[in-house]
């Protein structure tokens, strides 16, 4: 167990809906990422956020938005679905900006249909 | 620039093996290669991580190999066992960027043959 807890672990939508992914970072941890992984495909990043502030970004769709709260849980908001938004989203999480050590949660398996 | 390049896409070895993965960088600025291990339906999970200042970090099984001039690293496992049959992921990421995010390889799907 990493210690970062993602909900829900599996979601089915319809397209054109919205949906909402949180996680919980490790306890201390003040950075969070979230990476994007299709099926058979590589961890792709999105966005990171550190102490509550963007700290880097990624190939993250417009229709795509997070944020990370004063209790350091961050939220992943997907709009707009569409069928290619399907896969695995990954959120990590480290101590410091800086990424040395990134813990990983067990992912939110995204189904749009 | 941005980009970790990995090989092999896949690989099987037989148990008891050794099974190596590398991979290749272009940003000088990296300065944090980790290792990542991936089993189906789990998150990616930390396995070993080396820095830019030492060329072998070894950690039971598992050694990482570095060549900094040659901007490429790589990961033995040694013995290979049916238990290492997973998903790698080698990755990089610069400490002092303002962009500290970690960039990750295409990952091997490794199967260690009984």
């Known amino acids: 167990d990493s210690g970062v807890t993602q909900t829900p672990k599996h979601l089915i939508t319809a397209t054109g809906q919205r949906v909402t992914l949180r996680c919980s970072p490790r306890s201390g941890d003040l950075s969070v990422y979230w990476y994007q992984q299709s099926l058979d495909q590589g961890l792709q990043f999105l966005i990171q956020?550190?102490?509550?502030?963007?700290?880097a970004k990624g190939n993250i769709l417009e229709r795509f938005s997070a944020q990370q709260f004063p209790d350091l849980h961050s939220e992943l908001n997907l709009s707009s679905l569409e069928l290619g938004d399907s896969a695995l989203y990954f959120c990590a999480s480290s101590a410091t900006g800086w990424s040395t050590e990134a813990f990983f949660g067990q992912g939110t398996r995204l189904t749009v249909v | 620039q941005q980009q970790v390049k990995q090989s092999p896409q896949s690989l099987i070895v037989q148990k008891g093996g050794i099974s190596i993965i590398n991979c290749a960088y272009e940003n000088t600025a990296f300065d944090y290669f980790p290792w990542y291990q991936q089993f189906p339906g789990k998150g990616p999970a930390l396995l070993i991580a080396i820095r830019p200042d030492v060329s072998e970090k070894k950690e039971g099984r598992f050694t990482i190999s570095f060549n900094k001039s040659a901007k490429q690293f790589s990961l033995h496992i040694m013995d290979s066992q049916p238990g290492d049959s997973a998903t790698y992921f080698c990755?990089?990421?610069?400490?002092?960027?303002?962009?500290?995010?970690?960039?990750f390889g295409s990952g091997t799907r490794l199967s260690i043959r009984p």
């Open positions: 956020y550190y102490n509550g502030e963007e700290r």
């Open positions: 990755a990089a990421s610069s400490q002092y960027s303002s962009a500290s995010k970690i960039i």
